[in-house]
C-alpha cells in the first residue's frame, strides 16, 4: 500500500502541473492496485482524497483519459464507492467524454457511467436527463463494428430501457433502426440475445413498436422462428420464445397491429395463422396470441370470423382438452372471446359449436382459464336467446357457475360466473333458465353481486332479479327471503351515491316482489315508502316517475 500512497501523492503533484510520464506512471500504479485487490486498493484511495482530483483528469485532450475512466469504472464495481463517486461529480465530466471520437475513451467512460449508475433508478433517470440516450444511440450507429462499444451501449440500453422516462427520448431517436440493423448482423444466440433483451422493454411503447415494425424487426422475427422451430438446441427453443414472445408485443400497439394486418391480407398475418395448427405449443401459444391481438376491433374480427379463424382455433382448442396445455387453452379462449364481440360473429360462432368446444372445458381447475372460458361464454349469448336458454338450462353448466360464484380465491372468475348467471337469464327471459338457477342455487349469488362495488355489475344482478321475480316469484320466494333480497335494495335505494339506473331498477323489483306475502310484509316492516316518496324529486325524471309509481303501489298494498 505505501507504493499506492505515492502513486497518489505523485499524481496529486502531477494534476497541478499536467505531467504527462508522471501521471501515466502514477495511474498505472492505481490500475495495478485495483487489478490486484479491488476492494481494499478503492476504499484506500477514498481515504487518500483521490476521487476529488479525478474530475480534472477526466479531460477529452488527455491521453490519460482512458486510464482515469478505467479506474473509475474498477472502483465503481464496488457499491459502497458509488455515493462517492457521484458527490465527487464524476458523472458531468464522464457524460461529456461520450462525444470523444476515442474509441478506448468511449468504451471506459461507459464502463464507468454503467458501473455509478448499476442498479440506481435515481442516478440512471439523471443520465436520461442529462442526455446520454441520443448520444449513446448515435454512438451504436457510428461505431457498430466495435463489439466491445456496441455491447457497452447494449448494456447501457437495457438498463435505461427499464425507466418509463426513457421511452420518450428513446422514440426520438433511430434506435429502431440501429438496433434492427445491428439483429441483422448477428449470428450467433449470445449476441442475438442481447439485443432482444433491449428491444423487449422498448416495444412496450406503442410509438417504438411501430418504428420497430417500420424497421423490418417483424420480417428478422419470423426468419428467427423459421430457422428455430423445428430446433432441439435449448438455444434454439430459447430464440424461439424469445422471437415469438416479441411479435405477439409488437401487435399489441393498436397502429403496429393494424400494419401487419393489412386488411387480413398482410404476409405477417398469414404467417402468424400458420403457426396455430404447428406441433410446436410455444407457436400454438402465440399464434392464438397474436389472433387475440388482432381482434382489437370489429373489422378485424368480422373480417377473421369470416375467413374461417374460428374453426383454426377449434381445432387447437380440441388438441388440448387431453393434452391440457392451460396457457394454450387460455390465448385460443382469449382469441375466441374478442372474436365473438362484434354482433355479426355471434350466430356464426355459435353455429360453429364454439359453445359445445368452449363447455369442454368446465372441469377445468385452472383460474385463468375458467375466467376466459365464462368471458368467452358471455360474449357469445350477449342477444342470443336461443343459445343463453340453452345454455341456461344446462344444468352441469350453472353448478359450475354457483360453485364458482364462491371462489373468493379468485375475483375474477368469481366476478364473470356471476355476470354470466345473470346474463343467461337476461338474455334468455326464459322460465327454464329461471327455474334451473332457482334449483341449482344461484339466486342467492345475484342477490350478493347486486351489492358488487361495480355499478354493471350491481344492474345487470336487479334486472335478472326482477326477471326471475317477474317469472317465477314463486319458485323464487324462500332464496329471496333467504338472501335478504329486500333488506339490500333499501340499502341500494337509500344510498345517495347509488346511480339513477340502481335506484330505478331496486324499485321496479320492489313491485315484482309485492305479490309474495313473506317479502311483501319485509317491505312494509322496512317503511320503504318513506324512502321513495324522497324519491319522487329526483333530478332524473326516470326515477322520479317509477318513485311515484312505486309509492302509489306501497300506498294502495299497505
Partial sequence: MESLREALEKLKLASTDNTTDSTENSLDCLLSALTQNNTEASRKMQEMGILSLLPTLLNPQSSWTPKVANIIAEMAKNEFMRSPCVEAGLIPPLVQLLNSTDQEVLLQTGRALGNICYDSHTLQAQLINLGVIPTLVKLLGIHSHNTALTEMCLIAFGNLAELESSKEQFASTNIADELVHLFQKQTEHEKKEMVFEVLAPLAENDVIKLQLVEAGLVECLLEVVAQTVDGERE??????????????????????????????????????????????????????????????????????????????????????????????????????????????????????????????????????????????????????????????????????????????????????????????????????????????????????????????????????????????????????????????????????????????????????VMGSEPLHKEVQSLAFIDVVSKLRSHENKTVSHQASLTEQLLTAQS
Avoid at 416479441?246 to 400497439?253: P, Y
Avoid at 403496429?256 to 401459444?285: A, C, D, T, Y
Avoid at 382489437?296 to 382448442?317: A, F, P, S
Avoid at 345473470?422 to 353481486?449: C, D, F, N, P, W
Wanted: proline share 2%; glycine share 6%.
Fill in 235 to 512: 438455444e434454439d427453443i430459447a430464440q424461439l420464445k424469445t422471437a415469438s414472445d416479441l411479435m405477439v408485443l409488437l401487435l399489441l400497439g393498436d397502429e403496429s397491429m393494424q400494419k401487419l394486418f393489412e386488411g387480413g391480407k398482410g404476409s405477417v398475418f398469414q404467417r402468424v395463422l400458420s403457426w396455430i395448427p404447428s406441433h410446436n405449443h410455444q407457436l400454438q401459444l402465440a399464434g392464438a396470441l397474436a389472433i387475440a391481438n388482432f381482434a382489437r376491433n370489429d373489422g378485424n374480427c368480422i373480417h377473421m370470423v369470416d375467413t374461417g379463424i374460428v374453426q383454426k382455433l377449434l381445432e387447437l382448442l380440441e388438441r388440448h382438452v387431453e393434452e391440457g396445455n392451460v396457457t394454450v387453452q387460455h390465448a385460443a379462449l382469449s382469441a375466441l372471446r374478442n372474436l365473438a364481440i362484434p354482433v355479426v360473429n355471434k350466430s356464426k360462432m355459435l353455429c360453429a359449436g364454439v359453445a359445445d368446444v368452449v363447455l369442454k372445458f368446465l372441469q377445468s381447475e385452472m383460474p385463468p382459464v375458467q375466467f376466459k372460458l365464462l368471458g368467452t361464454l358471455r360474449m357469445l349469448i350477449d342477444t342470443q336467446a336461443e343459445a343463453a336458454e340453452q345454455l341456461g338450462t344446462n344444468g352441469k353448466l350453472i353448478e359450475r357457475l354457483v360453485e364458482w360464484c364462491e371462489a373468493k380465491d379468485h375475483a375474477g372468475v368469481m366476478g364473470e360466473s356471476n355476470r354470466l348467471l345473470s346474463a343467461l337469464i337476461r338474455h334468455s327471459k326464459s322460465k327454464e333458465v329461471v327455474r334451473t338457477v332457482i334449483q341449482k342455487g344461484g339466486v342467492k349469488h345475484l342477490v350478493t353481486m347486486a351489492t358488487s362495488e361495480h355499478m354493471i355489475m350491481q344492474n345487470e344482478a336487479l334486472v335478472a332479479l326482477g326477471l326471475i321475480a317477474a317469472l317465477d316469484l314463486v319458485a323464487a320466494e324462500k332464496d329471496f327471503v333467504g338472501a335478504n333480497l329486500v333488506s339490500v335494495l333499501h340499502k341500494l335505494l337509500s344510498d345517495e351515491r347509488s346511480a339513477p339506473e340502481i335506484k330505478y331498477n331496486s324499485m321496479i323489483l320492489i313491485c315484482a
